[in-house]
Structures are given as structure tokens and as C-alpha cells.
């Protein structure tokens, strides 16, 4: 009789392992596979922002200033085709005629163009060289110089490229919305299939003004997992300072320094977080590692602060929960992101592609 049990349980365990070995493998393309993390460290960063050099209403120093306050440690000002850069040298820099105008009416005050030098070492941030290019579709530009504005997006992004600098595409709910004729999925797929070093796209923009996610939704269902496109939230400020940290990423690095960012931008080691009441509001939630087995097909968040965490592939939620199995998702497209929510916020990771191994 014992014996008849252990042969019995003998075989059901070797059913087991059976299975298991048998079970699908997945391969997951994982944003954060290079992310110590114990040891790296987490950098806000907002990459839009707009000074009295084009059509702020605050001066290039005052921007640092309340960014500073807040806490960010990355910040790109992009005035619209033209490049606010070095902070050391400010004081050198004119203001705009817009900027002009709006002194004049009353609009702004002299302190709005009294510029200011600043030091993003004394402040312990890194200053990234940047601008919007402005004349068709809107791109932060950053690490690099340009400043013309061509009316073809590809003259602009080539010679971007030829600078080394790299490119997020700005707000694109504006431009599938007003000129949808023109900026259709395909536009964007030719765009992303060309230069590698347009890094992704906005997905939050000036708190949640356009629907960028749907797009970004169906361009990854296309690009991935061969070419990620990675997803930004940024505040796009101009005037209204409640509208200022409403939006960051968070960076993921082992050192502040241009190196690391660029790095990480272009291989997603990044979050982007929505807050509605901004810095006045609830916390956000704090990712605190991510976890991803290809062998067991799962992806495993570990989070504090949150509501729920939710899954999205192809655009519909997949589920629910801090893991996914991947297996278990029915109608699992190419790729698989998350978005955890707090009270009046949420923070998304990059997608991670998916497909079963061969």
C-alpha cells in the first residue's frame, strides 16, 4: 500500500516537472534589464519646458528656480527654435519679442526678462541642451544645437541626427486631431521605422490635454517588440504656474551625467507620472523594483502607494493586479505595459515586448 503511494506520488510530481518543462517559453524585451536596482538611483526630469526666450512668461532662471524647489534633478528648457543654453550664461541671452509684447500690455514684468546665470552643478541637476522645433510637427530637441525650422519634419530630424542629438515627438494628439489627413498612423510608423533616435513620443502632455496614448497604443502594436517607442510625460509649461509639476519621468540611473541620460532614453530605463493636483496633491505611487521571467512568462511589479496596478496590450486592459502571466492574457498583442494608480495619479512603465520563443 506505501509503496503504491510513492510510485504514485513519484509520478505525479514527474507529470509536474513534465509540464513545466514543456510549458511555453516567452521572450520579453524588458526596458529595465539594465536597472540595478539597489543600487542606481531615481531622477525626476522635465524635458518641456517654455521662458520668455519664445512664449513663457518667466524668465529662464525662474524656471530652474521652481523646478529646483520641487525637487527635479533633469531639466530641458525648449523654447520654441531656439536653444536657452548654458545656464552659466543666461545673463547673455535675449528675450523675445512676444516677451516684448506682453511687457507692454502689462501681460508680464520687467523680472520676466532679467536673466539670471545658474548653476546646475551648485544645484546638484543637469541642464540638457535643448529646444522645440516648431514649424510642423513639435519636437523636443536635446543634446544638440539646432535651431532652424524647416516645414519637413524629415530635413529637421536628419539634421538633428547629424548633431547626435535625439527627439521625442511632442504632443501628436494635436496634429492626428487637426490634420489627420496628414498625420496618420503611417506617418508615424515611417518616422519611428527611419531614425532610431526619435526615442518615442509624449503621452502625457500639460497635464491631459489629447488622447496620445491611444496613438501610442496602435504604433506599438506595429513597432514592437523589434522598435520600441518609449512614452514621455512632460508639464509643456508656459505661463499658468498651477500647470507647473503636473507631469515627469523618472529616470533610473547610475550616475547624473549626459551619458547616462542619453542612455536611458534610448533604452526606456525611465517612468512617466501624471499627477492631477501635481506637487500639491496625494503622493504618487513609488515603483520600487520590477521583476521579469521569460522562463515563467511573467512580469511582477513591486509598488507602494497604489490604488490598483492595471495591464494594457493592444490598447484594452489585460489585466489586473501587480503580475502578469502571460499566458493566461488571451489577447496578448506584441507588447504589454502598466499603469499604476494613486489617488489623482499615475505612473506608467515603458512596454516590455512579448512573443513566444521559438
Known sequence: MKKSILLLALSFIGSVLLFSSCGPKWEITNPYENVDWKNHQKYKANLHAHTTRSDGNH?????????????????SITDHNEVTYPWEGFSELNYSSSASDKLKSGQIDSSAIRYENRDPKELEMFDIQGNEISSAHHMGS?????????????????EIGNKNGLIVLNHPGRYTNSNPEKYTLDWYLDIFSQYSYVTGMEVFNKGERYDDRELWDDVLQKTMPQRPVWGYSNDDYHRDLLTLGRNWNTFILPELNEESIRQAMLEGRFFYTYAVNGHNGPKVPQIKTIQVNGKKGFIEIDATGQDSIRWISGGIVVGKGKSIYLSEVPDLSTYVRAEIFGPESVTGTQPFGVKLAE
Open 59 to 75: 524668465s529662464p532662471n525662474d524656471i530652474v528656480d521652481r523646478y529646483h524647489e520641487l525637487g527635479y534633478k533633469i531639466l
Open 142 to 158: 536635446y543634446f544638440n544645437d539646432y535651431e532652424q525650422r524647416p516645414t519637413d519634419e524629415h530635413i529637421a530630424i536628419k
